[in-house]
């Protein structure tokens, strides 16, 4: 069964620097997402990607952070000059195309922590 | 927003017991899906279920779409079976496509 893939699958970085996640969604979706946990609390919802721009994002994801897809199979997430409290579990998922009823597919997460 | 509720927040089983957990959310909804988070932190995603009754091996999960809640059974328990079970729904009115996930049910299979 086809997979959503990330790496690394922990990146330990020092508060200030910038940091690139990256995914490689299933092949035939057209809808991208990321989603954070910080650690022992919900997943919540950053930001969703449809048609080579942002069609949704949250109030977490400010000018700090970016998503890109710099090719026909990456999905990246930017944060730049990490803070402590951006330590947490992303995750990346992606979705069929041409409705909102089909499933989130979620990838393992890259666990992120910053010193 | 959406509101999403998981309960019982904790739930400790002996090896083998059977279990209810429940998802009550406050919105009509276009999807919902169950995830079993294991202790390495990967989200499993165990159902897709906006409506309806799905089985899949040892757990089953139905949703009552017209009363706002959805319920997962684990039927024989095993320690496999430990972790964190959120669920996640898609409201009708969303513009979007993001989910909004429940605070989650934390088990403990006891062997």
């Known amino acids: 069964e086809p997979e959503v893939t990330q790496t690394p699958s922990h990146q330990v970085t020092q508060m200030g620097q910038e940091v690139i996640l990256r995914c490689v969604p299933i092949?035939?979706?057209?809808?991208f997402y990321w989603y954070r946990q910080i650690l022992g609390q919900k997943v919540e919802f950053l930001v969703s990607f449809y048609n080579n721009e942002i069609s949704e994002k949250s109030e977490i994801f400010d000018d700090q952070f970016s998503v890109e897809r710099p090719d026909g199979s990456n999905f990246t997430l930017k944060i730049r000059s990490t803070k402590l409290e951006d330590s947490a579990m992303y995750f990346c998922?992606?979705?069929?195309?041409?409705?909102?009823?089909?499933?989130?597919?979620f990838g393992d997460g890259t666990r992120l922590s910053i010193l | 927003g959406i509101q999403v509720e998981q309960s019982p927040p904790d739930l400790i089983l002996q090896e083998g017991a059977n279990s209810t957990l429940r998802c009550n959310f406050s919105d009509s909804v276009n999807n919902l899906q169950w995830f079993h988070q294991n202790p390495w932190g990967q989200l499993i995603n165990l159902f897709y279920?906006?409506?309806g009754t799905k089985q899949n091996g040892r757990l089953s999960a139905t949703t009552v779409a017209t009363e706002r809640y959805s319920l997962l059974y684990i039927s024989s328990s095993q320690t496999t079976d430990s972790g964190v079970y959120f669920c996640?729904?898609?409201?009708?009115?969303?513009?979007?496509?993001?989910?909004?996930f429940g605070g989650g049910t934390r088990v403990l299979v006891k062997p």
């Open positions: 996640a729904v898609l409201p009708n009115k969303a513009a979007g496509n993001k989910l909004t």
């Open positions: 279920i906006p409506s």
């Open positions: 092949s035939n979706h057209l809808y």
């Open positions: 998922a992606s979705s069929g195309a041409g409705y909102s009823n089909q499933p989130q597919h």
